[in-house]
T-cell receptor, first 114, second 112 residues
Framework: DGGITQSPKYLFRKEGQNVTLSCEQNLNHDAMYWYRQDPGQGLRLIYYSQIVNDFQKGDIAEGYSVSREKKESFPLTVTSAQKNPTAFYLC?????????????FGSGTRLTVV | AQSVTQLDSQVPVFEEAPVELRCNYSSSVSVYLFWYVQYPNQGLQLLLKYLSGSTLVKGINGFEAEFNKSQTSFHLRKPSVHISDTAEYFCAVDTNAGKSTFGDGTTLTVKP
């Protein structure tokens, strides 16, 4: 079955450490997204990519970085510059354009600073 | 710019009662509208979408929503809820730019 795989499901980060969250899709979608979810704040866009080797900052990109070297992969790195990284991170994909069928989401990664 | 307001942060209802979750949006161009459901510690799942055509759209799990352009609303309804409908629900808007904006969510709690 096609879908999005996020790993790991749970991740613990020490102060000053960079960590990378994995997102892989086999839906052949061009567009991929990273959202951060905090209680009561809904989803906030971190980065998005609409084509391989290109990506744009979202609303809260500071302290995060991404790459899009392959169509199926869009990893997110949470750097030490992100001062409050504890959150639930969601990856999504879609086919943009006239037939926007909504997003397919992964099952998320819960990141905790220890 | 586009924005979404979900008017109720929490909606408690009894099992088998009807429910309406309210969503208003703001956009200067034509929009696509979506409702998603999220169960605890999971990703979001698409419930239904409005792209064009009939303003009443039906989705999975017996939910439906009505697009009202004059009131810029897209309220979600279900005539009879079940315990299993307890979850968080998100309204989202997209302007064909491929970048959706989400509301803050409504927590639906169905009580026996």
């Amino acid at each position: 079955d096609g879908g999005i795989t996020q790993s790991p499901k749970y991740l613990f980060r020490k102060e000053g450490q960079n960590v990378t969250l994995s997102c892989e899709q086999n839906l052949n979608h061009d567009a991929m997204y990273w959202y951060r979810q905090d209680p009561g704040q809904g989803l906030r866009l971190i980065y998005y990519s609409q084509i391989v080797n290109d990506f744009q900052k979202g609303d809260i990109a500071e302290g995060y970085s991404v790459s899009r070297e392959k169509k199926e992969s869009f990893p997110l790195t949470v750097t030490s510059a992100q001062k409050n990284p504890t959150a639930f991170y969601l990856c999504a994909s879609t086919e943009p354009g006239q037939s926007n069928y909504g997003y397919t989401f992964g099952s998320g990664t819960r990141l905790t600073v220890v | 710019a586009q924005s979404v307001t979900q008017l109720d942060s929490q909606v408690p209802v009894f099992e088998e009662a009807p429910v309406e979750l309210r969503c208003n949006y703001s956009s200067s161009v034509s929009v696509y509208l979506f409702w998603y459901v999220q169960y605890p510690n999971q990703g979001l799942q698409l419930l239904l979408k409005y792209l064009s055509g009939s303003t009443l759209v039906k989705g999975i799990n017996g939910f439906e929503a009505e697009f009202n352009k004059s009131q810029t609303s897209f309220h979600l309804r279900k005539p009879s809820v079940h315990i299993s409908d307890t979850a968080e629900y998100f309204c989202a808007v997209d302007t064909n730019a491929g970048k959706s904006t989400f509301g803050d969510g409504t927590t639906l709690t169905v009580k026996p």
